[in-house]
């Protein structure tokens, strides 16, 4: 069927196409199963080519199902969740010069993007205490992938230990870019009275490092840092710590208790929601010869010009694997977030130090005040799911005499998002909820998402 929006549909094309290769349409598709071949005509459009006007009109008859949650924002955690985003970050990311630019590769040309990705590395660099950052990565799963390659590379060994309650989108990601190199999860607990618990049975010498969230998945701020390092400087296994970057704000940079490589979810820096993507994977690490040749994307540096003492910017130290040989390539990414990484200059600039703790402080300070509203309001009806004392952003909630399933449904009805189930994504959470909120989340918010569980669950 010929399509407007099918390349080379036109029966007439295909027919000088085929007669120019000297073939017929057969012997193209000889290599798909008789089975799966299609032998009717797509049903697809609306039998003609629409105009701009009516498409238009079509898509926001669509679009209007759609359930926008503004007054009270989703409570929904799990990672990604509502932050402000202030205008001036969406202004300059349409700007031409960054909205439409590609890799740098030309320096001489691309001075002022190059700038500002290197003024992101040095803040995220500030910000997690370390002394290199990349700019950038996908995401936070795939720089934690990343991080644990890295750490295999550097150790030569395949066993990275993970927290028992590890992420599990993180992990799924991860299990999938360590299966062809052998790569092995070791579930690891902490413990205040016995120190640190290996679950599984597995070699310790072939332990390379160990990987730490902080805050976790559940929002819970891990206190014994200090322990963690002391074991890892012990043992010689290589700190990894995947950091919220707006709880770095209030809590301790992974770089001053130890880290030798930090990752985050780079999405609350300005990013928005996205329907989950695109995001902003963060990946820094200590200033160590061997880390520096194992990080994987690109890094910009600065330097003198030839000419005179004014400075200029170039992509340095990359092992990409259209610059070297495949099989030596740190890694194959090439597009990256570099858009997303603007952004998140942008509103670190915007927001400043003192505004970053007065963010994380907020934040915390709703965090806290659920907490106890829960503990109030809703004995008997649900609990926090999680022995920790301290949370940032995101609190589990068991719900007690209810299905949570119901419970979101009613929620839902009265304009409410409610938190992400948890059964089938973590082991010891049986209907629990993961409620995350943020800076946008008021205290009458918080109050009506209390007052409403108090009536339904």
């Known amino acids: 069927m010929y399509h407007p929006w099918i390349p080379n549909s036109d ?13 017929s349409f057969e012997d193209l598709i000889r290599d798909i199963p008789e089975k799966i071949r299609l032998r009717r005509e797509l049903e697809i459009g609306f039998g003609r080519p629409l105009s701009e006007h009516e498409v238009s009109i079509i898509l ?8 926008v949650f503004k007054d009270p924002p989703p409570f929904l955690g799990g990672g990604v969740c509502p932050h402000a985003v202030p205008y001036v970050v969406k202004y300059i990311l349409m700007r031409g010069e960054f ?13 002022g993007l190059m700038q500002v990705l290197f003024e992101y590395q040095s803040m995220i660099a500030d910000l997690y205490d370390v002394d290199v950052v990349n700019s950038s990565m996908y995401d936070v799963s795939t720089a934690t992938a990343e991080a644990i390659r890295m750490m295999m590379r550097i150790t030569r060994k395949r066993g990275v230990l993970v927290p028992e309650k590890m992420n599990p989108f993180i992990k799924k990601v991860v299990e999938t870019w360590i299966w062809p190199v052998d790569g092995v999860l070791i579930r690891y607990k902490i413990d205040p009275a016995e120190g640190i618990l290996i679950l599984d049975k597995f070699s310790e010498n072939e332990i390379g490092g160990l990987y ?15 322990l ?13 710590v995947n950091a919220e970057p707006l709880s770095l704000g209030l809590l301790k940079p992974p770089g001053e208790y130890g880290a030798d490589i930090v990752v985050g979810n780079g999405s609350s820096l300005g990013l928005g929601m996205n329907y989950g993507g695109p995001s902003l994977g963060i990946l820094g690490i200590k200033m160590r010869e061997e880390f520096i040749r194992q990080l994987p994307g690109r890094l910009i540096g600065a330097t003198k010009e030839v000419d005179g003492d004014k400075k200029g910017f170039a992509m340095i130290l990359q092992t990409r694997e259209q610059h070297i040989r495949r099989e030596r390539a740190t890694s194959n990414i090439t597009t990256n977030s570099a858009l997303e990484a ?32 829960v503990e109030k309001d809703l004995v008997g009806k649900a609990c926090i799911n999680s022995e920790r004392r301290f949370f940032f952003r995101e609190l589990p909630i068991r719900f007690i005499t209810r299905s949570y399933r119901e419970i979101h449904r009613e929620l839902l009805k009265r304009g409410i998002h409610g938190g ?5 994504l973590m082991e010891g959470m049986v209907n629990t909820s993961l409620f995350c909120v943020t800076e946008l989340h008021s205290r009458s918010h918080i109050d009506l998402l209390i007052k409403t569980l108090a009536e339904v669950a």
């Open 99 to 111: 909205y439409t630019a590609y890799t740098p590769y030309q320096a001489e040309i691309n001075q």
């Open 420 to 424: 992400l189930l948890l059964d089938n």
């Open 11 to 23: 029966p007439k094309i295909k027919e000088d196409m085929l007669r120019s290769l000297g073939a």
């Open 60 to 67: 926001e008859k669509i679009l209007s199902k759609n359930v």
């Open 342 to 373: 603007v952004a998140a200059a942008v509103y670190l600039s915007y927001v400043g130090e003192k505004g970053l703790r007065r963010l994380g402080e907020s934040i915390y300070q709703r965090t806290v005040y659920m907490k106890n509203r």
């Open 228 to 240: 963690l390092n002391d074991y890892v400087k012990k043992k010689k296994f290589i700190f990894i």
């Open 212 to 226: 730490l969230e902080n805050p976790s998945f559940l929002g819970e701020i891990i206190e014994e840092t200090d």
